[in-house]
C-alpha cells in the first residue's frame, strides 16, 4: 500500500474506532481493526509480558555459557542501573542508553550487527554473526558503542536522559522505571517512553518523555500541540485497556522477581489512565500555553540537578484532579 494510501486508510479507521476521541467502539469494528489493519504496533489481544518457563530455567543455569552471560554480566549491570531489561512476548530486550543492547529470544541471544560495522542492517541477528569473533570478551566495547550509538543530536539528549533514570535496583527506590518503549495499539508504531511503577502503592503510570527543544512541543498554525494529539491517543488505549495492562504488569514483576533475586511487589492499580509528559529542558522554553492545557512535569537535563523518579511521580500524582 502506498504512503498516501497508507494514511487515508489510517486516518478512516481512526475516525470509525473513535470519531469524538470519547465513543465506544463496536465490536465489529475491533474485529475489522485486528484483521485488516496492519499496525507495527501489538494489539491488545498480543499485548504480554511473560516468558516460558525453558527461558527462564536456561538464564538460570550458569552451568551453560548462555546462563552464565546472563547470570555473570548482564545481572550484575542490571542491579546496577547500567543495563535495562524489559520483558516483552516471550522474549527479552536488554538496553544500554537508547538502543538494544542484546535481545534473548528462541534459544539464545541477538545482537545489532550495524553497532559494530558488522552490517548496514540493524536486525537484531544471533551474536556469533552479529559481534566478531571472541564477542564475549567484547561486550564491554559493545555497551559502550550502544550508549553512544545515535542519530541524532536531539535523539542523543533524550537518550542520555533515559539512561539517567535505569533503575537501580541494589538500592531501595520507592518508585522505578518499570518498563520502556511501550506500544499498544497505536497506528503511527509510537512507544511511549516510560511506565513508573511506585512499589510502595502498587500503582503503574504512563510518561512520555521529551526534551524542550522537540518540535513536537511548539504549536502549529492552528495552535494546536502534536504531543498532546499523542498524549491523547495512549491515554485512550490506557484506559480502554486498563486491567489487561495491570493483568501483564503482575506477570513482569514476577518474572523480574525470579530473574533477579528481588521481592518487588505485584502492581495494584494505575494511578491514572491518563498518559503523562515529562520534559526535560533544552534550550528553547516550554509555552505557557502548553504548560496550561498538559501540566507536565519539568526539570533539568543536567545530571547533577535531574529530579529523583519519586519527584516526578509527585508531581503527577498532584496533577490527577487538573
Known sequence: MRDGKKKAFQEAIAKRICPDNRAEPAADTIEFMIKTFVIKGETMEEFTRTLDEKKIERLLNRESSL?????????????????????????????????????????????????????????????????????????????????????????????????????????????????????????????????????????????????SDHSSLRHNKDGKYEVLEQLNRYSYQYEKHEDRIIEQYKKYVDILNRLLGLSISAPKKMLDTKAGLAIFMGKRAVEENLIDQIHPFIGSYLPAVQATTEEIWNHFETCQNL
Request: overall charge positive; aromatic content about 12%; some cysteine.
Open 67 to 211: 546462563g552464565r552471560l546472563f547470570c555473570d554480566y548482564l545481572a550484575p549491570r542490571i542491579m546496577c542501573g547500567e543495563i535495562f531489561i524489559a520483558i516483552r512476548n516471550n522474549k527479552i530486550d536488554f538496553y544500554v542508553g537508547g538502543n538494544r543492547f542484546l535481545e534473548y529470544s528462541g534459544k539464545g541471544f541477538k545482537a545489532n550487527p550495524k553497532i559494530f560495522n558488522q552490517s548496514e542492517q540493524s536486525k537484531m541477528i544471533c551474536v556469533e554473526n552479529a559481534l566478531p569473533k571472541n564477542w564475549e570478551n567484547s561486550l564491554d566495547e559493545y555497551m559502550r558503542r550502544c550508549l553512544n550509538y545515535t542519530s541524532s543530536k536531539s535523539d542523543q539528549a533524550e537518550r542520555k536522559i533515559i539512561q539517567a533514570y535505569f533503575p537501580v535496583y541494589d538500592k531501595q527506590n520507592k518508585v522505578i522505571v518499570l518498563d520502556r518503549e511501550i506500544r499498544i495499539n497505536d497506528g503511527d508504531g509510537r512507544k511511549c517512553d516510560w511506565l513508573l511503577y511506585n512499589k510502595a502503592t502498587g500503582e503503574l503510570k504512563f510518561v512520555e518523555v521529551k526534551i
